[in-house]
C-alpha cells in the first residue's frame, strides 16, 4: 500500500520537508512525545528498521518536556532546553508538530492542524494532566505543571512579586517537591501545602519524618484534612467556606487523560485511559497500543499509577511487542513492578523511598545529600537512555528504575 507522509516539521523553526510516498511500508504513528512516547519511538525504529517500517512522532511541541524538572521551572530556574527533532536525529523518525485533534480508527487516521496523518499502528502516549475540571475556578484561576508554558507563568508572578502567597493544592509528590522548590527558591514568599492526607502519605513512617523535617526548615505550611472547594482569583475556598488567601495557585492534585480516545469510540475507564490488554494493545481496537499514563495497565496487583517509572518501560515493551508481531511472532504480556519514590526537597535535600513492586514502602529509604545525588541520576536518565537506545536495544527491565 502507499501513504502520503504529511507535515514533517525540522529544524528550529519548523521547516516542512517534502511529503514523499513509501510503498509498502508499515506505518507506526506515536502521539506524544514525552518520556513514553520517545522511548517507544526510537525503540521501534530500531527493533523493526528490517521490517519495513516508517514512523512518525506528533506532538504540539518541538519542545521536549522534561515533566521531571516542571516544580523547578516553576520555582524560576532555568532547565535546559531540549528540542525533539534533535533526540530524533539519525534515527529516520519523522517529527509532524501539531495537536492531534482526532483519531479515526476506522480510516486508521489521525487529523492533526488540519493535515491528515494514516497509521497502521498508532501508539497512543498522550499522558495526562492535572484534573481541573471538577473543582470550580480551577481551570482559570489555577496554575498547573501540566506544560513548560504553565510553569513558567507562575514563575514569572514570582519574580514580580516578593513575598507572595503561593497555595499549593494536593500533599502528594507533585505536590511536595513544588512547595520545597517554591520555598527555597523564593524564601520571602509564604508557601502553603493544602491536603486532605499527610503530605507523602505513600511513605512509611520515618521516610515521611524527614520529609516533614524539611518541609518545616523550608518554613512551609502544611494544612491537612482539608479540602479545596473552590479556586478563587485570589485564593481558595475550604469545606465549610474558609477562604486561604493567595497571590496564586498551584494545582497538582488528580489527574486526568486527554478526551480524544473517547471521542473516538476507543474503550476507555472512568479516568479517560485506554483500556488495554496484557500486551498493551487497546481491548477495542488492536491496532492501537497504549502506554504511560494514557492507558489503564492492570497487573496481578492492581492498576499502574502513572509516573515515567512505569511510563517508559510500558513504552519500551509496546516497541519491543510492535517489532515480534511484524516479525510474526507473538507479543508478551507486560510486566511492572515499582521499585522507589523519589522526591526532591529543594536542590540541597531530597528522600527516596524504596518500594515493594506495588509500590507500598520497604524499610530501606535514602535521605540528604546521598538521596539528593540519586535524584538527579533518576532525573537525568531518560536522555541518556534515548540516546542510547538509537544505537542499542536496552533490555526494557534496565529501564524500569527511572522515576
Known amino acids: 500500500?502507499?501513504?502520503?507522509?504529511?507535515?514533517?516539521?525540522?529544524?528550529?523553526?519548523?521547516?516542512?520537508?517534502?511529503?514523499?510516498?513509501?510503498?509498502?511500508?508499515?506505518?507506526?504513528?506515536?502521539?506524544?512525545?514525552?518520556?513514553?512516547?520517545?522511548?517507544?519511538?526510537?525503540?521501534?525504529?530500531?527493533?523493526?528498521?528490517?521490517?519495513?517500517?516508517?514512523?512518525?512522532?506528533?506532538?504540539?511541541?518541538?519542545?521536549?518536556?522534561?515533566?521531571?524538572?516542571?516544580?523547578?521551572?516553576?520555582?524560576?530556574?532555568?532547565?535546559?532546553?531540549?528540542?525533539?527533532?534533535?533526540?530524533?536525529?539519525?534515527?529516520?523518525?519523522?517529527?509532524?508538530?501539531?495537536?492531534?485533534?482526532?483519531?479515526?480508527?476506522?480510516?486508521?487516521?489521525?487529523?492533526?492542524?488540519?493535515?491528515?496523518?494514516?497509521?497502521?499502528?498508532?501508539?497512543?502516549?498522550?499522558?495526562?494532566?492535572?484534573?481541573?475540571?471538577?473543582?470550580?475556578?480551577?481551570?482559570?484561576?489555577?496554575?498547573?505543571?501540566?506544560?513548560?508554558?504553565?510553569?513558567?507563568?507562575?514563575?514569572?508572578?514570582?519574580?514580580?512579586?516578593?513575598?507572595?502567597?503561593?497555595?499549593?493544592?494536593?500533599?502528594?509528590?507533585?505536590?511536595?517537591?513544588?512547595?520545597?522548590?517554591?520555598?527555597?527558591?523564593?524564601?520571602?514568599?509564604?508557601?502553603?501545602?493544602?491536603?486532605?492526607?499527610?503530605?507523602?502519605?505513600?511513605?512509611?513512617?520515618?521516610?515521611?519524618?524527614?520529609?516533614?523535617?524539611?518541609?518545616?526548615?523550608?518554613?512551609?505550611?502544611?494544612?491537612?484534612?482539608?479540602?479545596?472547594?473552590?479556586?478563587?482569583?485570589?485564593?481558595?475556598?475550604l469545606a465549610g467556606g474558609e477562604v486561604v488567601g493567595a497571590d496564586a495557585t498551584l494545582w497538582t492534585t488528580g489527574f486526568t487523560a486527554s478526551p480524544l480516545a473517547a471521542e473516538a469510540g476507543i474503550a476507555v475507564d472512568g479516568r479517560g485511559r485506554i483500556v488495554v490488554d496484557a500486551t498493551l494493545r487497546s481491548v477495542s481496537h488492536p491496532d492501537i497500543v497504549a502506554i504511560g499514563d494514557a492507558a489503564a495497565i492492570t497487573q496481578r496487583w492492581g492498576t499502574i499509577h502513572g509516573t515515567c517509572q512505569s511510563g517508559i518501560p510500558s513504552g519500551a515493551h509496546a516497541a519491543d511487542s510492535i517489532a515480534r508481531v511484524l516479525a510474526g511472532k507473538p507479543a508478551k504480556p507486560f510486566r511492572f513492578g515499582y521499585i522507589h519514590q523519589p522526591v526532591s526537597l529543594g536542590r540541597r535535600d531530597a528522600v527516596i523511598q524504596f518500594t515493594r513492586p506495588d509500590d507500598t514502602p520497604r524499610r530501606w529509604f535514602l535521605k540528604g545529600r546521598a538521596a539528593v545525588v540519586y535524584k538527579e541520576l533518576v532525573t537525568r536518565s531518560p536522555l541518556p537512555s534515548y540516546r542510547l537506545s538509537k544505537h542499542l536495544t536496552v533490555p526494557a527491565a534496565a529501564l524500569s528504575s527511572r522515576g
Open 1 to 237: 500500500m502507499e501513504w502520503l507522509v504529511l507535515g514533517v516539521m525540522r529544524g528550529r523553526h519548523g521547516g516542512r520537508a517534502k511529503a514523499r510516498r513509501e510503498p509498502g511500508m508499515h506505518r507506526i504513528v506515536v502521539l506524544g512525545g514525552g518520556y513514553t512516547g520517545m522511548i517507544a519511538a526510537i525503540r521501534v525504529a530500531r527493533r523493526a528498521r528490517r521490517l519495513g517500517v516508517v514512523v512518525t512522532v506528533v506532538n504540539p511541541s518541538e519542545r521536549f518536556a522534561e515533566r521531571l524538572r516542571m516544580h523547578q521551572v516553576a520555582s524560576g530556574q532555568v532547565v535546559r532546553e531540549v528540542g525533539i527533532p534533535e533526540l530524533l536525529r539519525g534515527t529516520g523518525i519523522e517529527f509532524v508538530q501539531g495537536w492531534a485533534e482526532r483519531v479515526d480508527p476506522g480510516r486508521r487516521e489521525v487529523s492533526v492542524g488540519g493535515r491528515v496523518v494514516g497509521y497502521d499502528t498508532l501508539v497512543y502516549a498522550i499522558g495526562s494532566v492535572a484534573q481541573t475540571g471538577t473543582v470550580p475556578g480551577a481551570e482559570a484561576h489555577a496554575y498547573t505543571l501540566n506544560s513548560v508554558e504553565s510553569a513558567a507563568r507562575l514563575a514569572d508572578l514570582l519574580a514580580a512579586r516578593t513575598g507572595a502567597t503561593v497555595a499549593v493544592v494536593g500533599g502528594g509528590l507533585t505536590g511536595v517537591e513544588a512547595a520545597a522548590e517554591i520555598a527555597e527558591r523564593h524564601p520571602a514568599a509564604r508557601v502553603l501545602l493544602l491536603s486532605r492526607d499527610v503530605p507523602g502519605s505513600m511513605m512509611s513512617a520515618r521516610a515521611r519524618a524527614h520529609l516533614d523535617r524539611a518541609l518545616r526548615r523550608l518554613g512551609v505550611g502544611v494544612r491537612t484534612g482539608v479540602e479545596v472547594t473552590k479556586v478563587l482569583p485570589d485564593g481558595v475556598e
